[in-house]
């Protein structure tokens, strides 16, 4: 199946700092990539959606000036998390839609982020 | 709004016995489901996906699931269960065409193999 990679795969960084996850779809062009937050023995949810060339579609109650989106090109979208606090430490999953396979979802490998 | 349920959290089955995880689902239309698994501290693996056609779908690991439409339930089942497959199970719904094109999970079922 199609890879999609992410790095890091595990990030520590300190309060007030930000730091960045890269999501990449290897082996296929993705005009729409997906960043999950998932807690301790929770589902995924949803932060927003990111469309190749224009700007992420945040979910309700998702900070937009803290979780920082951008989608440069049909490869690569990347998560910013600005100003990090203890309470953003979770697990960050990206996904990426194969738009030759319009209907498929892979998921990368997710991203630990610890804020100490 | 779409949404999807999944009633047990946790299963324990033995290895070698038939597993089968419910997942039930809210949508208008006909919608696009997925199974996808995932092990502890790793990201999502896509194990099945039903688009249309044969409601039987057949997926890697030897894994299928069954969409019914009349109960709006998509479960996935093994026949035979080994080890390997202890892992968490995320059943989705996609409303492709629609405005968003996102995933919405189930909340998991935790699935636990005994020797």
């Known amino acids: 199946g199609a890879v999609v990679s992410q790095h890091p795969s595990r990030v520590i960084c300190k309060s007030g700092t930000s730091v960045k996850i890269e999501c990449r779809s290897l082996d296929f062009q993705a005009t729409t990539m997906f960043w999950y937050r998932q807690f301790p023995k929770q589902s995924l949810m949803l932060m927003a959606t990111s469309n190749e060339g224009s700007k992420a579609t945040y979910e309700q109650g998702v900070e937009k000036d803290k979780f920082l989106i951008n989608h440069a090109s049909l490869t690569l979208s990347t998560l910013t998390v600005t100003s990090a606090h203890p309470e953003d430490s979770s697990f960050y999953i990206c996904?990426?839609?194969?738009?030759?396979?319009?209907?498929?979802?892979?998921f990368g490998e997710g991203s630990w982020l610890t804020v100490v | 709004a779409q949404s999807v349920t999944q009633p047990d959290i946790h299963i324990t089955v033995s290895e070698g016995a038939s597993l089968e995880l419910r997942c039930n689902y809210s949508?208008?239309?006909?919608?696009?489901l997925f199974w996808y698994v995932q092990s502890p501290g790793q990201g999502l693996q896509l194990l099945l996906k039903y688009f249309s056609g044969d409601t039987l779908v057949q997926g890697i690991k030897g894994f299928e699931a069954e969409f019914k439409r009349s109960q709006s339930s998509f479960n996935l089942r093994k026949p035979s269960v080994h080890w390997s497959d202890a892992a968490e199970y995320f059943c989705a719904v996609m409303n492709y065409g629609g405005a968003t094109n996102k995933l919405i999970f189930g909340t998991g079922t935790l699935l636990a193999v005994q020797p």
């Open positions: 996904s990426a839609r194969d738009r030759h396979l319009g209907n498929t979802i892979y």
């Open positions: 949508y208008g239309a006909t919608p696009y």
